[in-house]
């Protein structure tokens, strides 16, 4: 009997300790704010660099942060459904989705070069004989994501706009798979960001990630089109985040990009010289070209 007892009480003991850490306040040790990275380049690279970040963050606010890096974009999106994220740097159009499904909210913006907006190419190799969109019928082609704004919404439509239809379509995730794709000859042409070369013409686009492994990537890999403009990728907030979390987030990350230690880390990740303020009315226009397309965003989250 007293053996039951026991155990009984060690039973309900430990549902109260379990209970107690569940309940712990957000961004404390045991209940961290769980920031979330989109998957655009290496996880490597992101986890590397970030370690930095997660440490000026902590001092700054005096909150504990986790970083996720999940395989693709949707589980970003899907990370904000099951609270497992609580603020995420979130690709444009996985933004739409996680405001549209879980009420998530940006409201900064990153800036590249500048500029608050990228655009999206569509590449081939040189000898693939491509030299106008209408030369891709019937081609091999490789996106980058099924939710990557420049590596698919925006080029489909360019696509769709020339009534061109491929033989074969396939998916490389990341951007620099794509470039590598098309420059092995794996498929006839492909889809990634583009940026424009800086004042030296040093390239900016999605084959710079590769330069190092192929250094001749700009001579053998062209471009064949851009895109319009898409506002850049958003820091996106949970929907019923406490309101003194996101203020002394966005502190902090305003305060740690404008070292150079920040700007280095974020260039590493991102290629993010900076940020600035934005608000949900920012990617309307991109909603308007989701539409206009007929993408089934609903499809995208399986």
Do not use: W
């Amino acid at each position: 009997m007293f053996t039951m007892k026991k155990a009984l009480l060690l039973a309900l003991s430990t549902v109260l300790f379990v209970g107690c850490v569940n309940e712990a306040k957000l961004g404390s040790a045991n209940n961290p704010v769980k920031l979330y990275f989109t998957p655009s380049v290496d996880a490597d690279t992101i986890a590397s660099n970030s370690q930095e970040f997660i440490q000026f963050l902590e001092k700054e606010t005096g909150l504990i942060f986790k970083t996720g890096i999940p395989t693709n974009y949707i589980a970003v999106v899907e990370a904000f459904g099951s609270k497992r994220a609580d603020i995420g740097v979130m690709n444009s159009f996985g933004y739409i989705l996680a405001h549209q499904k879980y009420g998530a909210t940006a409201k900064l913006r990153v800036l590249r070069y500048g500029h608050d907006y990228y655009q999206g190419q569509i590449v081939a190799h040189v000898d693939s004989g491509i030299n106008s969109v209408k030369d891709l019928q019937g081609k091999k082609f490789a996106f980058t994501d099924p939710s990557s704004t420049s590596g698919y919404m925006f080029p489909l439509k360019i696509l769709k706009d020339n009534n061109v239809e491929l033989s074969n379509t396939t998916f490389g995730i990341k951007h620099d798979n794509v470039i590598t794709m098309v420059y092995q000859k794996q498929v006839d042409a492909g889809a990634t960001y583009y940026s424009a070369p800086a004042e030296d013409g040093k390239i900016r686009d999605a084959r710079d990630r590769v330069r190092t492994q192929f250094p001749d990537v700009e001579e053998k890999v062209k471009i064949v089109q851009i895109t319009e403009k898409i506002p850049n990728d958003p820091f996106v907030f949970r929907k019923d985040l406490d309101p003194e979390i996101t203020k002394k987030f966005i502190a902090a990350v305003k305060k740690f990009i404008a070292t150079d230690a920040g700007q280095s880390i974020f260039k590493n990740i991102y290629s993010v010289q900076g940020i600035v303020d934005t608000t949900d009315a920012d990617y309307d226009g991109l909603r308007s070209m989701i539409k206009s397309v007929g993408i089934d965003i609903e499809s995208k989250l399986k």
